[in-house]
C-alpha cells in the first residue's frame, strides 16, 4: 500500500508544471525573509528623494523690474541688448515656472509659455530675467515670442491652470535708455505696489529707490527715423529733403532726431547716405524707433518737440 502512495505521489509531481514548482519555492522563501534581509545587500540601490520645485500658483512670484530700452543693463546669450522683464520669487524655496504663461493681452492670455526645464526655476528669494524681444522662433529658452514696445498696455502672468498670478498695467512711452520702472523693495506679498520709475536698473538685485523725475512722460513727439518730412513713412522723398537741408536750400523740420539717420547725434553726409541705402536694400538698417514710431533711444543734443 505504501509502495502505491508513493507511486501515485510522484506521478502528481510529474503532472505539476516545473514553473508552479519554482513559483511555491520562492514563495515560501520571500515569506521567511524580512525586509531587513532584502535590502541590506551591497547591491540593492537606496532611493535619494528630490525636490521638485512646486508649480506656480496665484501671488506666488512677482513681476518685479523691467526695461524697454536697453542700453547695457542687461545681454543675452547673444550679447545683445533686448528689453527685459524681471521676476521676484519672494519665498524660501525655489519655484518652477516651466509652462507658465506671459502675455501682455488678456484677449490672448497665452501668448508665450516658459520653457520647461531648469532654465525655469527661480531660486528661493531670486530673480528671473526674461527677454521680451520677439525672438522666441530663433533664439528660444526665456525670450518671449511678443516684444516689449513704447506704448501703454497690460502686462499678465498666468500659471498652468490659467489663474492669474500677477498683473500689471505699463506705460513705457518716454521711458530712456536703461531707465527702469519697477516695485519698490517690499517685506511681505501685502505691501507689494504698482509700478514706480526708479533710480536705475537693477537687474537680479532689490530695485532701487524711486527716482525723484516721478514724471516719467515724454518730453518728445514719438517720430519714426528717417521720415524727414514727417509724412509717416520713409521714402526717396526724404533722402531728396534731407540732401536739401545739407546743402542748405531747405531748413530742417521741427524734429531733428527724424534726420540723424545714424543716431550719432548728428545731421551730416552719413546720415543722407546710410538712408539713402536703406530705401533700395532692404537689409541695411536705420536707427530705432524705425520702421514705428517711437522715443529716442539716446540721449543727445537733438529733439523732436510735442
Known amino acids: 500500500m505504501l509502495g502505491q502512495l508513493?507511486?501515485?505521489?510522484?506521478r502528481f509531481m510529474l503532472s505539476i508544471p516545473r514553473y508552479l514548482i519554482i513559483l511555491c519555492i520562492s514563495l515560501v522563501f520571500l515569506t521567511s525573509c524580512d525586509r531587513e534581509d532584502l535590502t541590506s545587500g551591497p547591491?540593492?540601490?537606496?532611493?535619494?528623494?528630490?525636490?521638485?520645485?512646486?508649480?506656480l500658483g496665484p501671488g506666488d512670484v512677482k513681476m518685479n523690474e523691467f526695461v524697454i530700452h536697453?542700453?547695457?543693463?542687461?545681454?543675452?546669450e547673444e550679447g545683445n541688448t533686448p528689453p527685459w522683464l524681471e521676476i521676484y520669487n519672494p519665498h524660501d524655496q525655489d519655484i518652477d515656472l516651466s509652462g507658465a504663461f506671459l502675455s501682455d493681452s488678456l484677449f490672448q492670455p497665452e501668448k508665450w509659455s516658459l520653457p520647461e526645464g531648469p532654465e525655469s526655476i527661480i531660486p528661493a528669494l531670486g530673480y528671473l530675467i526674461i527677454y521680451v524681444?520677439?525672438?522666441?522662433?530663433?533664439?528660444?529658452?526665456?525670450?518671449?515670442?511678443?516684444?516689449?514696445k513704447e506704448s501703454a498696455g497690460l502686462f499678465v502672468l498666468w500659471d498652468k491652470g490659467g489663474i492669474?498670478?500677477?498683473?500689471?498695467?505699463?506705460?513705457?512711452?518716454?521711458l530712456g535708455v536703461d531707465q527702469a520702472m519697477g516695485r519698490i523693495p517690499y517685506e511681505d506679498l501685502e505691501s507689494i505696489g504698482d509700478f514706480l520709475l526708479l533710480e536705475s536698473a537693477t537687474p537680479l538685485a532689490e530695485n532701487s529707490e524711486e527716482s525723484k523725475d516721478t514724471d516719467p512722460g515724454p518730453t518728445n513727439e514719438p517720430f519714426i527715423r528717417g521720415d524727414v518730412n514727417g509724412s509717416g513713412n520713409v521714402s526717396f522723398e526724404d533722402s531728396v529733403l534731407l540732401n536739401q537741408i545739407l546743402q542748405g536750400n531747405r531748413t530742417q523740420?521741427?524734429?531733428?532726431?527724424a534726420s540723424d539717420v545714424d543716431d550719432d547725434g548728428d545731421i551730416d553726409i552719413d546720415d543722407f547716405n546710410l538712408l539713402t541705402q536703406a530705401i533700395f536694400d532692404a537689409s541695411v538698417q536705420i536707427a530705432p524707433p524705425f520702421p514705428n514710431p517711437g522715443q529716442d533711444p539716446t540721449a543727445d543734443g537733438l529733439n523732436c518737440p510735442l
Do not use: M, W, Y
Open 70 to 76: 536697453n542700453g547695457g543693463s542687461v545681454l543675452d
Open 133 to 148: 524681444d520677439g525672438k522666441a522662433d530663433t533664439l528660444g529658452g526665456l525670450h518671449a515670442n511678443f516684444e516689449l
Open 43 to 55: 547591491n540593492v540601490p537606496i532611493p535619494v528623494p528630490v525636490f521638485v520645485p512646486p508649480p
Open 164 to 174: 492669474s498670478g500677477d498683473q500689471f498695467n505699463l506705460d513705457t512711452r518716454g
Open 253 to 257: 523740420p521741427a524734429c531733428e532726431d
Open 6 to 10: 508513493k507511486t501515485l505521489g510522484a
